[in-house]
């Protein structure tokens, strides 16, 4: 089994090494990751710029590969240096990110559009995400991405990701794994004057403790790993089926 192991976090990260040792009892890893932090860049890829690729030692893993570029170029790259070496990913894993991917949070997560760019390239993928920006513990959200490797290999559509969500707890405080939809607008946050004409973007975590009906922000803030299926294609189903029935006259 061949793991392509990528993140957000940056190729230094506690995250990523937790996951490669965990997948490489269970197969080989190959790690393509940011140079730097690279956390809010969505599915942003280097259009215009140079990137840059080298070649390091990791942890647990068979190759490994630098990039000074955003997550889902990292996806390109390790695919495309895989290919090269004739090896065949199973699964692209994005992750351990240091920090939850949860609601409309996934909209911007550099974890979640690398491991779509996965998907969207005809690859399974899981992205895998831990929430605290100081995580400490990663041995649920590990247990559970080993977990689902068959369900992955054998069941998951294509064009889709699980994305994985798991309390920064020890393993005996977690409370189990829920299946979820994707909750409400996660975060208060907006751009605050810091001093003359400079800003910075701040913001808090709303209470999410209210049931709110299978979503992962409030079941995961009730200390449960959340799964939740996300889909490449962006279609409004039910609105293009409505607009059918629109007269537009231009």
Not at 52 to 57: I, K, M
Not at 102 to 127: H, N, Q
Request: aromatic share 8%; glycine share 8%.
């Amino acid at each position: 089994m061949n793991f392509l192991l990528v993140n957000d976090d940056g190729i230094h990260a506690d995250g990523i090494k937790a996951l490669a040792k965990a997948l490489s009892e269970v197969g080989d890893v190959y790690i393509c990751a940011p140079s730097t932090q690279q956390s809010g860049k969505s599915h942003s890829i280097s259009l215009d710029e140079e990137i840059f690729v080298s070649s390091v030692e990791f942890p647990c893993a068979k190759m490994a590969w630098m990039v000074s570029g955003t997550p889902s170029d990292c996806t390109k790259v390790g695919i495309q240096m895989c290919e090269v070496k004739g090896i065949e990913p199973d699964i692209v894993y994005s992750g351990i990110n240091m920090g939850s991917n949860l609601g409309t949070d996934t909209v911007y997560s550099g974890t979640v559009g690398a491991a779509l760019e996965g998907a969207m390239r005809g690859y399974k993928a899981i992205a895998v995400s831990v929430n605290d920006r100081d995580s400490s513990h990663f041995d649920g959200a590990c247990r559970v991405a080993v977990a689902l490797i068959d369900y992955a290999k054998k069941k998951l559509a294509p064009k889709t990701i699980l994305n994985i969500n798991s309390p920064n707890k020890p393993f005996k405080e977690i409370k189990g794994v829920k299946l979820t939809k994707l909750g409400p607008g996660y975060f208060n946050d907006g751009f605050v004057n810091v001093e003359n004409d400079r800003y910075k973007l701040k913001g808090h975590i709303p209470d999410h403790k209210e049931n709110e009906d299978d979503v992962d922000v409030f079941h995961n803030a009730c200390d449960y790993i959340t799964i939740t299926p996300l889909r490449v294609d962006l279609t409004d189903y039910d609105e293009l089926e409505k607009l059918k029935d629109w007269r537009i006259d231009i």
